[in-house]
């Protein structure tokens, strides 16, 4: 965009806006924070399928209560796999990305419990984005699968709970080489 200042390197595939520079979107990413389509209705729970092999967005059940709200998802049952670890991200400054890898083997489920954190999911062929606003919200990302999160708000605390231990030989850092392993994936 003219005008626009970058003083770093940007992304693969994103867009950036402003001075300074502030990513805004991904190419060929559908922007789906206007259609209810990709968040399930309120009163819904359950699990809806993605564009992206194998990522699901999942509602859990919401329990409001005068002494303050519940929400709940149990591993097994509700989340497809019993976590080795978590993490927790936050005090993001608004203009930063994370994530901007794939795991060979780690499976990953996120929940944004505070804020809003929109997350971008690449399989090498789909790509889709998702917004996590509310804690019944989760998002499954299963191995091999590019992800990117950012536009997080000011309050934004993202949990994430992961299948494997810490393993930095499991990290796919590198966008080109995922988009090769992707393919050479999708031939076998």
């Not at 060929?28 to 967005?57: F, H, K, M, Y």
């Not at 976590?83 to 203009?95: G, H, I």
């Not at 690449?122 to 509310?134: K, S």
């Not at 993202?158 to 031939?187: I, N």
């Amino acid at each position: 965009m003219p005008g626009t200042v970058v003083g770093r390197s940007v992304p693969p595939l994103a867009i950036v806006e402003g001075n300074p520079a502030r990513i805004t979107g991904y190419v060929g990413t559908p922007d789906n924070r206007e259609q209810e389509g990709i968040r399930l209705q309120a009163a819904q729970t359950g699990i809806r399928q993605s564009r992206v092999n194998g990522v699901t967005l999942h509602r859990f059940r919401m329990v409001p209560d005068l002494r303050g709200s519940l929400t709940v998802g149990e591993f097994a049952r509700e989340i497809p796999f019993v976590p080795k670890r978590y993490f927790l991200v936050f005090d993001v400054p608004t203009a930063e990305t994370r994530g901007e890898h794939a795991h060979h083997r780690c499976e990953q489920f996120l929940v944004a419990v505070r804020g809003s954190v929109s997350i971008v999911a690449d399989d090498g062929d789909m790509r889709e984005e998702f917004i996590l606003d509310r804690p019944q919200l989760g998002l499954y990302l299963p191995p091999m699968t590019w992800a990117i999160q950012y536009r997080y708000t000011a309050d934004a605390i993202l949990l994430v709970f992961a299948s494997e231990y810490y393993d930095p030989a499991d990290y796919v850092r590198d966008y080109g080489e995922f988009l090769a392993l992707a393919k050479r994936r999708q031939a076998q």
